[in-house]
């Protein structure tokens, strides 16, 4: 069979799902298709959840019906060649799909560390795949010794939700000297960390796996240091790869970190075809430098950009600023930009100011709970540069008003006096909000 | 007694506290002296609290602690006499301070309806008053019929708050169509009187109050349509008015809506006399026009401004945006800037777009709650003059970020594609985002 559309999307997780209903809003006469693997899709972020909150690979899903809803067709095959010249593609079932604009959003594939005993059976990455998870959550139902590889947000995410409810030893080995390193200065890590140990989680740090022990089943693995530990089910979350395969067989260029190249519209080395989402390479909004953030927010603002620009550009995209956030039992860490530690690495003469404060006014308003919230200033431009939070659920939201802020290269002075709303069943006083008082804060810090 | 004080604020509350910590933050070696009447200052948006959920005004009063650990000086006296030629004022107890500068900062009082019969007992305003709210308390826990008039947020409020634990008939007469006019289009007005419905809290709209019966203590009011309502206690939310006594009595200009009148540093006419808060005249962000606007996060904005400039101007307040929040029962509605009809008042061409999802992904992750969210923009420019957030709590934080953009003339695509961070415990999925989406979806209504 085959057939002419205007947008084919290749991958249907977040920015390809995003990249056609961006087509969709923006060409309301185009006909667009998703051609995905996957039966059915998982929502990423959701991944870790599975093992605990949210209880199955099933409760985890991207719906379909909104792509019937936006009159976007759907393909479940696996694309195996593209003729860029010929603007064809040619699936595993036998299509021959002919496009007008191409969009690659083929996402990522976990790393998987080519360890000595790393083949046997128990030894897991983080595949997105529901039959996959779904025998992962069969092993870990019946594990008694639980290792995670990376104290990343993925491995403290699945180290929070698997021990909930389950009688298990979970221990998580992290090479950096603390866990959620690359997302936030060591105090907030610290914090973390002792939310780990309050439910007794363990963490080795400083330490890096040398081979795993075992007879076909993993048993157990050895340190670095030479020490051991047992496990029967191991987990490894240490970052992941951009999958391009179908890019590298139709000679699209690749970036330095492995991903396709694209400029600041999204568009790759052929006019004619876009990439967003894992399998695109990054650069970061500060330095204009290759950047490792992979992450699904990240993914659908690229499929914006992507997805509006198919038929003319009129978006661009500045850079990963990175904004995430995680929560370990009931408290939330949220990030923006760069760490400290980053941004001295990337040659910023930086300054910060923390606040804190309950997110309630008074205190006892219920639902009150403690909100820090620290920003980073470059200090000869006093411009936002970073800001991590932690403690209450608001923090989620309260990151995204710093990305605004970072996004806009707005000041310290201009956030002093930025103008917020609060309540007292919403958010800390107006006296205290932690926004504009971080920024006070930086700048009697740049006055010193 | 005589003193020589560098920096004095009058009016000890939210604009008053914030503008003496942003003096002392700013200027280090200053003396700085609050006078305030009142022996203790009530979280002014926490009155309403006092009624039901914080259950007495002790609970809801701002700490004195803070000025101690910030070297300011506090004196509970009131100012009688201000003498800006020789830069003295005097007090009721008799001391003569001496400023080099001075901050206005007396708050406004509330406006009490002129009416036949108001003159009763248990016809109450809203005063910020610890004695005068104990009183208050103490007459509604032994009502049987509550009339309030007005229904704003201070309406609502109370309405909400006063119904909890009481057997109590609760009424509210609100002159406009709808509660919350004045902040929310027509949709998010019907939302929240559907939540009052559902509290078995009357709604009288479109009418007024005539007169009030009773034999010296209210017994009820009559409409404007004849009709009578029965009320052992009243409450008035219909307002405020500037607190300018002591700027009339020492001769500072005065706004035409009858604020202190300040330039875009909060200086009043003279340069030594500062003035911010509920007593001094604000415009309006968008249209520069004077305007009515009265709220605690405006009074500490205007203080962070008035603060930092007493002996240099280094910022400057763009005028007030507007933003603020509520909440019915565990519904949150939060407003930014315009309104769609406030925004055809103000001479623009708008167009809005709406996205609504649930706060978490999946949508099952606990505390999940609806969150919809409405943002408006100018059509020619493209540029956000507004937003309306209703459901999740989050909706206080995420109205910030709105605040943000429209603080920083951010456009619709600025904001479709603008790095937000998403966590399936936290927030709407990054596909589901609503502030990108209600943006994107403005952008299609523009593009039709």
Redesign the interface.
């Known amino acids: 069979m085959e057939r002419e559309i205007d947008v084919v999307v290749v991958g249907g997780s ?1 920015a390809g ?2 990249a056609a ?2 087509a969709r ?2 060409y309301q006469d185009k006909s667009i298709l998703i051609i995905r693997r996957e039966e059915q899709v998982l ?1 990423p ?2 991944i870790p ?1 599975i093992f605990g ?2 209880e199955s690979p099933e ?4 719906p379909d019906a909104i792509l019937g809803k936006n009159d976007i067709e759907l393909l479940v095959d696996t694309v195996v060649d593209i003729d860029r010249a010929a603007k064809t593609l040619q699936t595993k079932g036998g299509e021959t799909v002919l496009y007008k604009k191409l969009v690659l959003s083929t996402g990522s594939l976990p790393v998987k560390l080519p360890l000595p005993g790393s083949d046997q059976d128990s030894v897991f990455a983080v595949e997105k795949s529901v039959p996959y998870l779904e025998s992962m959550l069969e092993e870990i139902d019946k594990a008694s010794d639980l290792l995670i590889i990376g104290g990343g947000f993925i491995g403290v995410e699945f180290a929070d939700e698997c021990k909930k409810n389950r009688n298990l030893n979970v221990t998580i080995v992290e090479m950096l000297p603390h866990c959620l390193q690359a997302a936030f200065d060591e105090d907030f890590c610290k914090q973390a960390e002792s939310l780990l140990d309050s439910k007794d989680i363990n963490r080795i740090t400083s330490e890096k796996i040398e081979r795993f022990t075992g007879d076909g089943k993993v048993k157990g693995a050895i340190l670095s240091s030479g020490s051991e530990i047992e496990a029967d089910v191991v987990i490894q979350s240490v970052g992941v790869k951009p999958n391009i395969a179908l890019a590298k067989e139709c000679d699209l260029d690749i970036g330095p970190l492995g991903g396709i190249s694209v400029d600041r519209s999204m568009c790759t080395s052929d006019p004619d075809v876009f990439a967003c989402g894992d399998c695109a390479e990054k650069v970061s ?1 500060f330095t204009g430098q290759p950047s490792r953030l992979w ?7 690229e499929a ?2 992507a997805g ?1 620009n198919l038929f003319g550009i ?2 661009a ?1 500045p850079g ?2 990175g ?5 370990i039992g009931d408290t ?1 860490f ?3 930009g760069l760490t400290e530690k980053g941004a001295k690495k990337a040659g910023y003469c930086s300054v910060s100011g923390r606040a804190a404060s309950v997110n309630r ?2 205190g ?4 009150g709970a403690e909100l820090v919230l620290e920003l980073l200033f470059e200090r000869q431009t006093r411009v936002l540069i970073g800001g991590q939070a932690m403690g209450a ?9 710093v ?3 970072i ?2 290269g ?1 000041t310290a ?2 956030i ?12 800390a ?3 205290a ?1 932690q ?2 008082n971080a920024a ?2 930086a ?2 810090a740049m ?1 010193e």
Chains 1, 2 share one sequence.
């Open positions: 977040a799902l995003t209903l961006t809003r923006h929502i972020c959701g959840y909150t949210v409760n985890n899903l991207i909004f992450l699904a927010s990240i993914a659908t603002t914006r950009v509006a009129t978006r995209y990963a600023i904004v995430y956030s995680t929560v939330a949220a990030t923006a006014h008074p006892r308003m219920p639902g659920k608001s923090s989620g939201e309260l990151i995204n008003a990305s605004a802020c996004q806009q707005m002075d201009q002093a006096t930025f103008q917020t709303g609060t309540h007292p069943a919403l958010t006083s107006p006296i909000y926004l504009v006070e804060e700048i009697g006055n």
